[in-house]
């Protein structure tokens, strides 16, 4: 029986360490704020804003609700992103994606200033996280399974990672990551040959799956010993959310594995709200205090 990496501990963790920035900025007499842009009323959406909602209650985060009709016109979003940009209140913004069809949905975004973009959405907040400028933050799900890596101290510095899906927030996002901890990666995608991701995923010591396809990791892809990070989030036949991995299959072989849910995406929001108290920390920072 496999070891259940857990995202609640995870979670907890981070929520201390955003307890003690929180302490500092109440100092400045600072509230964080997240802005949340939200255009129509999908449901996955208006789920995820409630429960980003009650995560930032829970934190002492206020949250500043922007909700726009399914209509709106190209030139009124792109104002509210102005405004967001000039708004010393709003450290912060998360937009719910995809777009309207009708946009241009890469040009609109790249409206918001990389220091507002604690979702990491915009080709110059990608950019700053690749070359590790300004110290910036990643994807808040790749820097989700870093940081559960990290809590339960899997070693990563030499070891061979397979990352199953090369999706800019997710699958890339993670490689560069693990890339930066001294890891040996390789990247499989839809386009990389049935065997050869089998064989990857057997030589690996820990295999993250991004892919978004549930199933795709049975008993065939792993080995005893093995760390399964399993980022997907899937509806099953059964109708309940599930993972890429086939976890009835996988779970007896390997080491240790996350489950879905429960896992990975126990600790996303909570790095999100990390993310906007550290964006109020910079905007507010006085250098006297360092001195």
């Given amino acids: 029986m496999a070891f259940l990496l857990r995202g609640e501990p995870v979670a907890e963790n981070v929520r201390r360490r955003i307890g003690k920035k929180c302490e500092i ?3 400045r007499g600072v509230v964080p704020t997240l802005g949340i842009v939200r255009a ?3 449901g996955n959406d208006i789920a ?4 980003a909602m009650k995560q930032a209650q829970k934190l002492g985060i206020k949250v500043k609700q922007i909700t726009l009709a399914e209509e709106i016109s190209g030139e009124e979003l792109c104002r509210v992103l102005q405004e967001i940009n000039t708004d010393s209140n709003i450290h912060g913004c998360l937009i719910f994606r995809p777009l309207p069809k009708r946009f241009n949905e890469a040009k609109i975004l790249e409206i918001l200033k990389p220091e507002k973009d604690v979702d990491v959405i915009t080709a110059a907040s990608m950019g700053r996280m690749v070359t590790g400028a300004y ?3 990643a994807p808040c799900t790749a820097a989700a399974c870093l940081e559960l890596l990290k809590y339960y101290q899997i070693p990563l510095k030499g070891r ?3 990352v199953v899906g090369k999706g800019i927030n997710v699958g890339l996002s993670i490689s560069l990551l693990l890339l930066n901890e001294e890891a040996t990666v390789s990247v499989c995608h839809i386009f990389t040959a049935p065997e050869e991701v089998k064989r990857l995923c057997n030589e690996a010591d820990v295999l993250v799956s991004a892919a978004g396809c549930a199933g795709l990791i049975g008993a065939e892809h792993v080995r005893p010993g093995q760390i399964v990070i399993d980022v997907g989030v899937n509806m099953g036949n059964d109708g309940k ?10 779970e007896p072989i390997v080491e240790a594995i996350t489950p879905v849910p429960g896992g990975v995406g126990a600790v996303t929001s909570c790095i999100l709200m990390e993310h906007v108290v550290d964006a109020a920390l910079r905007e507010t920072e006085d250098p006297s205090e360092d001195a």
């Fill in 241 to 250: 959310t599930c993972g890429d991995a086939d976890f009835n299959a996988v």
């Fill in 40 to 42: 129509g009323s999908r």
């Fill in 48 to 51: 995820y804003e409630r429960g």
């Fill in 135 to 137: 110290n910036e933050y």
């Fill in 160 to 162: 061979r990672v397979t």
């Fill in 25 to 27: 900025l109440q100092k």
